[in-house]
């Protein structure tokens, strides 16, 4: 099969990742609980993980990197313990769900959430961004840092900074780019990270970086190993935000997958996924009944939606994999305001997306797939009109 559908989760994994978990299925005890040496073998991996992400993170501190089960339990987490009734959050248009439905749930709260529409050639426009912090009572900005649907990378840096100059908190939900975009520690105030998409480790891992600028109210609060007297979360991280036996396998896995990402080194990984990127989108880009949807301008990861005219993307999908093999995600991508402001709502795209993984030979197979579906539905649509006539 072609495999193209790693912004949903990366497949395969390096080998390293399954040999990492079974390692710690066969040596490790329960993390940060027993003194003895099962347990301290298992804290340790643990801790070599967090030290693999702030590598990989270009600085910070291990005990800033929080693990949770995935990005939506970061999202949420960060969300629900840094906002208050009456505070302003701003988001762009591009949000997954991970982001949308917590804000839904704040804003019957109190909390109140202006959208910033895209412009031209990015998926924000810093104009508005700015008039909207102006406006003032703004507690926190959410981005996501690629779209999971075009795969547009935001303007990180000026939203930083505008966000900054305003005393607002930043969120960058990284899930689409940590491991195959360079993404910093301080790039906000709270990176969050999804462990099993471009980081390559298993699933039931994320996380976030939560850097010293801002105090997240737990979500769960529970046994953390130490100071078991007290009846209060401790405030330190990482175990402020970590309570109850972690994903120690999963943390394991990620531990190993980064420190592949990191012996590749993360520019070798964009150059090749950009290439195998350029390559693809040049083949469908003519396509007769082909429509790619890029917000043309902005910088992008690996991922292509397209539409083929006359056909549903659910049923684009399918041809694809029952005909050629290809693997991909059709729909609204949890992303549904992405879709509305794109103009690819209700039924969204066909979303292909690419790892530096795969080989240029596959990302040929796969736009001659495409141009062979649309090819067939021209026929199609024209062997109906002939009929109805
Ligand atoms: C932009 C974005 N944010 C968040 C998520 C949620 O990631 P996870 O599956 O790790 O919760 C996804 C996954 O599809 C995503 O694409």
């Not at 109140?112 to 507690?139: F, H, I, K, M």
């Not at 005393?167 to 990176?191: E, M, Y």
């Not at 100071?227 to 109850?244: D, F, H, N, V």
């Not at 195998?276 to 992008?300: H, I, N, Q, Y």
Request: hydrophobic share 45%.
């Amino acid at each position: 099969v072609i495999y193209l559908d790693h912004a949903a989760s990366s497949y395969p994994k390096p080998a390293a990742v399954a040999r990492a978990m079974v390692d710690y299925l066969e040596t490790a005890g329960s993390p940060g609980r027993s003194g003895h040496r099962l347990a301290r073998r298992a804290e340790e991996v643990i801790w070599q993980a967090r030290e693999a992400v702030v590598a990989l993170f270009g600085g910070g501190e291990p005990e800033r990197v929080i693990f949770t089960i995935n990005a939506t339990a970061a999202l949420n987490t960060a969300l629900h313990g840094l906002l208050e009734p009456g505070d302003r959050v701003l988001t762009s248009e591009f949000e997954h769900n991970s982001v949308i439905r917590p804000l839904h749930e704040l804003v019957r709260g109190g909390v109140q959430w202006t959208r910033v529409p895209a412009a031209p050639a990015s998926p924000l426009d810093l104009s508005v961004l700015a008039a909207e912090l102006a406006a003032g009572n703004v507690r926190l900005v959410a981005m996501t840092h690629a779209s999971n649907v075009t795969g547009a990378v935001a303007p990180l840096r000026e939203v930083r900074d505008l966000a900054r100059s305003y005393g607002a908190v930043l969120i960058l939900d990284a899930s689409q780019t940590v491991g195959h975009h360079p993404v910093r520690f301080d790039d906000a105030d709270v990176v969050v990270f999804s462990g099993h998409k471009g980081m390559l480790g298993p699933q039931g891992t994320g996380g976030m970086y939560v850097s010293d600028r801002v105090a997240i109210r737990p979500l769960l609060r529970g046994g953390t190993g130490g100071r078991s007297e007290s009846p209060e979360q401790p405030r330190w991280l990482p175990y402020a935000l970590e309570s109850g036996t972690r994903n120690g396998v999963g943390v394991a896995g990620l531990g190993a997958a980064v420190r592949h990402i990191l012996e590749l080194g993360v520019p070798a990984v964009v150059e090749r996924e950009q290439s195998l990127r350029a390559r693809f989108v040049d083949a469908v880009a003519e396509l007769p009944g082909v429509r790619t949807w890029d917000r043309g301008g902005a910088e992008s990861v690996g991922v292509v939606s397209l539409t083929i005219d006359g056909l549903a993307p659910t049923t684009a999908a399918s041809m694809l994999e029952d005909r050629h093999e290809v693997l991909i995600r059709a729909g609204l991508h949890c992303a549904p305001a992405a879709h509305r402001a794109l103009g690819t709502a209700p039924s969204g795209t066909v979303r292909f997306s690419i790892s530096h993984q795969n080989t240029f030979a596959e990302v040929a197979q796969a736009a001659d797939a495409v141009a062979q579906v649309a090819a067939s539905t021209r026929r199609a649509v024209a062997a109906s009109a002939e009929q109805a006539r």
